[in-house]
């Protein structure tokens, strides 16, 4: 492949960064007016962990189950998603599952969520809400952030001596702001919508940027950019890329992307094993499309499912009483 598409490719984990933005910008969307009392937040809390849980604890089994083994010292921290709290330099964020240490830091985000949320009730003016996503977009492109990850090389002063999950909490931060500043728009101007070409060729510019081999504050600039604009831009549903993105396939595979996430090293062991003797090349060949076919299988009849009895088990909906 040409280099600027492989250089691209090999900053697939700034995808990380994308997944934090857009977790804020969704959470603030979704409940910056739910959060009024404690059984608010207790109902809060219960959603996240159906959303996280039953396919994490599926990735984690499948992982121990590759590995023919039993969780070791530090490793058993992968069960209530504390992996993370290490600073940046230490791989115990990787234990079993290398993906997960995003989750851990993820259920962090959610701790602290019901407590930002009050700093954004607050009559902030939409010039204020500006100048704090400025603020924290430059204090996350400077500090490189999309670039930080559970065992990096090489380390930092703040790689060793930042937890990672609190490292990572601007780029939360930021989506949250997003969020509150799509929101002041919509209620401005209901009916506006965006140009989708001018969207695309914004997307296209960053990803030019990030393909062009240039270092890593400039692909930090490049990423959070793209996806801050994406993400504010697209959050209307209208025009012509939102109709392909909001497709009955499209939005079956994002349902499905949170197992395809978690599974995908386990997924290649197997069908490493299974193929890989057969033919070279074969296992590689075939993992993908057993990846993503497993996943969407997993999504309609084990995490939506599953996801709803949890909810309904954790959070009943009050007895009315009848009155005589």
């Known amino acids: 492949m040409p280099r600027q598409v492989t250089v691209f490719l090999q900053h697939g984990n700034l995808g990380v960064a994308l997944f934090f933005i857009l977790s804020g910008f969704i959470l603030y969307y979704s409940y910056q007016d739910n959060l009024q009392s404690f059984r608010d937040i207790y109902k809060f809390f219960v959603a996240r962990f159906a959303r996280l849980y039953p396919v994490y604890l599926l990735a984690l089994l499948l992982g121990l189950l590759v590995e023919m083994r039993l969780p070791r010292g530090a490793e058993y921290l992968v069960f209530p998603m504390l992996q993370s709290w290490f600073p940046a330099v230490s791989s115990n964020g990787y234990s079993i599952v290398a993906q997960a240490w995003t989750l851990s830091v993820e259920a962090f985000f959610y701790c602290c969520f019901p407590f930002l949320i009050l700093l954004f009730r607050r009559s902030l003016s939409t010039l204020t809400l500006w100048l704090i996503a400025g603020a924290v977009f430059a204090l996350t492109v400077s500090l490189k952030i999309p670039m930080f990850h559970s065992g990096m090389h090489p380390p930092s002063w703040l790689a060793n001596h930042i937890l990672l999950p609190v490292l990572c909490l601007p780029e939360f931060v930021f ?94 062991i197997i069908v490493r094993r299974i193929f890989g003797g057969l033919h070279p090349g074969l296992d590689a060949a075939l993992a993908p499309f057993i990846l993503i076919s497993a996943s969407c299988l997993i999504f309609l009849f084990y995490e939506e499912p599953l996801r709803g009895w949890i909810r309904r088990l954790l959070t009943p909906k009050p007895v009315a009483r009848s009155i005589s």
């Not at 940027?209 to 950019?225: E, K, Q, Y």
């Not at 801050?228 to 549903?237: E, N, Q, S």
């Not at 939102?242 to 978690?262: D, E, N, R």
């Open 175 to 268: 989506g949250m702001t997003l969020g509150a500043l799509f929101l002041h728009k919509q209620q401005r101007n209901p009916h506006s919508s965006s140009n989708d070409w001018i969207t695309v060729a914004g997307i296209v510019l960053c990803f030019l940027v990030i393909g062009s081999g240039a270092g890593d504050l400039l692909v930090s600039l490049a990423g959070v950019l793209c996806f801050g604009w994406a993400i504010y831009r697209l959050a209307d549903g209208r025009g012509w890329l939102s109709t392909i993105l909001s497709s009955k396939p499209l939005m079956l595979l994002g349902g499905a992307s949170y197992s395809i996430y978690l599974l995908q090293a386990p997924n290649r």
